[in-house]
Each structure stands twice: as C-alpha cells, then as structure tokens.
C-alpha cells in the first residue's frame, strides 16, 4: 500500500461521512482501518497498531476469528433475516436466550435483543416504567444515575449519561433524570464520620431517593466499573448497600454491563466481584466481539412474570431485534468464551497489565492514580499527586500522552487526563509487557 493511501482515504471520507463524535479538525488526523489480526489492527498504510481499547471495547476475542465470521456467515447463507416481532422468532436467539439464562445473574432468565447499548439502556427505562405501572404504581417513573457513568446517547440514554459534555447540544434533556456523585475511590470525599468511602457514596442514592421521593423514582442504573468515564473501580461495600438501598425503597437496580459483560473484568459478569445480583441487566459489545451489533437486556423473573401475565402487549420493538445472524455470532461467541476462559484470562492478564504500569510509573510526580478491574485500567495524570490537583484542561496532558502513545504503535482513547487501556483478553503476554513499555515511554516523553 502507499503512504499517501490513508491520506487519500481521509480526503475521500471528509467529502460525504458524519462520524459518531464527529468533528472535522480532529478527523483531518484521523486513521483509516483496513486489517486486523488478533490484538493488532492495520491501517491502510500497512502500520500495525495494539488495539488499546479493543475497538471500543468490544472486541474481546481479537480479529479474524473464523468462529465468529463463519457462524456468521452460515448463518447469512441459510437465512439473512426474519422477524423477531411477537408471533415469530428464529433458533439462534431461542438459543442464544437458552445460553444467557445459564450464563447470567440466577434471577435473570429471560432476554430482550437490541443492536447495541444505547438502545439497551432505553429498553430497560421502558421496561422498568411498565414494570410499576402494571404493579399499580405508574408515579414510579424517575431514573437515577451517577456521574461519569455511561449509557449511551440516544435521547433517553443520553439523559441517563452523566458524562456532561453530551447534554448541551441537545437539551432540553427529559425531565425526571437525576445523578449521584461516582464513588470514584481517588477523588470522593466522605463526611469524616462515614462509616466508609464506599458506604458514604452509596449513600448518596438513599438522599436521591428520599429527595425525589421514593413512590416517583422507578430505577437506578449504574456500570459495576464505569468505563468511559475513566475506569473507574468502586469500593468493596458499595454495592452490597446499593442493593440494600434499592430493596427498601423499592427501586429497580440496573446493572448496565455493556464493558464489563462477558469477561472483561475477570469475572464473567461484573456485580459477581461483590456477590450482589441487580433486578435488571444490560449488555451490547463483547457478546459479539464488534463481528455484529447487538446488546440486550436481561430481566428477572418477577419483572417477565409480571410482563407475561398482564395479557396486553409491551409496546416497545425494534426491526433488529433477535438478529439471526447477530444471534449465531452471540452464540459461537459465548462458546468461545467458555472454551479458552475468558474471564481466567482477563483476570491474570488484567494483574499482569496492572503491575506492570504500576512498577514503571506508581513513583512518577504526574502519576496520581493507576488502576483497573481485569483487562480494563487507566492512568490518571494530575499536576501534583499530593493535592491532586489536576492539569489545566487547555495543556491537553492526556491527548499528548495518547499521540506518543499512537506514534509507538499503541491505539486507543483518552478521558481528560485518563489514558483508558482495554486491549483485548486475547492480548499476548508479551504485548502487554510492550504497552507497559510505550507508556513508560511516552510519560516521559511528556512529562519528564
Ligand atoms: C456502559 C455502556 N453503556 C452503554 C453504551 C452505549 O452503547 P452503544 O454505543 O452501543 O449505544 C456504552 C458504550 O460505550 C457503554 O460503555
């Protein structure tokens, strides 16, 4: 290939695409993808690069798994696509739904498919909505959140998101939203006579419900580990009194795991690390690896009696709901999964990716905090890591460290100051000893 041939390509894209995120000067840099190769992908100069994010966190098993595309394939040849809606279905997501029922938290066993999170979150919104109103409380309609969670952006998701920069473009947002302060270990402040950090910022749900009373509030949502908003790992006890909150007060208990699902935290699904089980579920990305959109929810069995026996029709539906192809790529990727272990992998591989970074940078000045659950950590660049006190957003540390990075073969995305790095469970060891080595190295390059 030539090296002029992504710069043809980006002239060629600017001319007629609108990009997610989309902004023309930070495109004018962009990469064109063309190749992959398990953790690598390869762009169209021919330039191999670690996949730091696994795509955007979903491709857990790597590029070019013949599993994943011939299941596809198959699957496309022997039919492309029925209807889901009720009165039809088709084998891969009969069992596809079989296998989650195994797989997932044990009161959830039945399933709903989406092509992706966002429109899992606003599945979950309705369905959790419904829910109360066939329960005789149809007040029960408000959604809690946190801050830096996120759960997509589609209108509802988005009102949902508590990452700010999503909202003003689009406001007004829908009213009856609210967010809780992250539990974010390396910055939340507890009252001094907390019990703990973690029971202090669960906490903060019980003063949310009580505030907009708990007959309005229908459902709190929450990533076991936020992702987008910077990896970020809760405290031991939080959880488990989330769960208590959300018992007495009767609020549904969300657990939005489109990261952290199938593996990635080295568990197979994230809330198992604290033994707490949610009344609702939702997952997207790696239950295909990226070969195909989908997500879903999950719900429990209160929740899909009380839907089955009410004898009227949930009025919610999308066209690629249950995919077929979607679905036998779900199914050859949960096999996958369990064959080679996934979560074992992410486990190890997570300590290993871990230690390393810490080895080589836990002494450094900027350095305040790097941390990480599995096969998902961050570095978080501060001015001074005795105050925390944080880099003036306009000195762009963290997009500089990403471009050093990048020119040392290691792609991925930045939150602020927060180098996110998710490669995929697949990573060889000695890749990942290569990622602690090009971060120690573009640190310094920066920050030396
Ligand atoms: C936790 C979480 N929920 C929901 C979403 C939204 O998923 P999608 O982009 O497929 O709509 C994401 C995307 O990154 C996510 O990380």
Partial sequence: ??????????????????????????????????????????????????????????????????????????????MAFASGYAGSS???????????????????????????????????????????????????????SRVLGYHGVTLAAMCATGINIYWPMFEPRIPGF?????PYPYFYQAPENAESQ????????????????????????????????????????????????????????????????????????????WGVKPDMMQFAKAITSGYFPLGGIGVSDEIANTMNESGKPWMHAYTYSAHPTGCAIACAMLDLIEKEDFPSQAERKGKRLLVGLKDSLGHH???????????????????????KELFDANDGIGAKINTEAMKRGFFSRVKGDVCLIAPPIVTSDSTIDHIVDIFAESTKSVLS
């Avoid at 063309?34 to 491709?59: M, T």
């Avoid at 891969?92 to 009161?107: P, V």
């Avoid at 998902?376 to 001015?383: G, N, S, T």
């Fill in 1 to 78: 290939m030539s090296n002029n041939a992504e710069a043809e390509l980006l002239d060629r894209d600017s001319n007629h695409l609108i990009h997610p995120l989309h902004n023309r000067s930070a495109h004018n840099k962009g990469k064109v993808w063309v190749g992959g190769e398990g953790e690598y992908l390869i762009d169209a100069n021919g330039e191999k690069f670690i996949d730091g994010l696994s795509g955007l966190w979903n491709n857990t098993a790597g590029n070019g798994r013949k599993e994943l595309y011939e299941a596809g394939s198959r699957q496309l040849e022997e």
């Fill in 178 to 182: 609210s967010h809780i302060p992250s």
């Fill in 365 to 387: 000045p900027n350095v305040g905090e790097i941390r990480g659950l599995g096969m998902m950590c961050a570095i978080e660049y501060v001015k001074n890591r005795d105050t």
């Fill in 198 to 273: 973690g029971i202090a910022a669960a906490n903060e749900l019980e003063k949310a419900i009580l505030e907009e009373g708990a007959d309005t509030v229908a459902m709190f949502i929450a990533e076991p580990v936020q992702g987008a908003g910077g990896v970020i790992v809760p405290q031991n006890d939080y959880f488990p009194r989330i769960r208590e909150i959300c018992d007495k007060y009767e609020v549904l208990f969300v657990a939005d795991e489109v990261i952290t699902g199938f593996g990635r935290t080295g568990r197979m699904f994230g809330l198992e690390h």
């Fill in 90 to 144: 088709n084998p891969r997501a009969i069992e596809l739904a079989e296998k989650l029922a195994k797989l997932t938290y044990s009161n959830i066993n039945q399933f709903y498919f989406t092509s992706g999170g966002g429109e899992s979150t606003d599945s979950n919104i309705k369905m959790a909505r419904y829910y109360w109103k066939l329960k005789g409380k149809p007040n029960k309609t408000k959604v809690i």
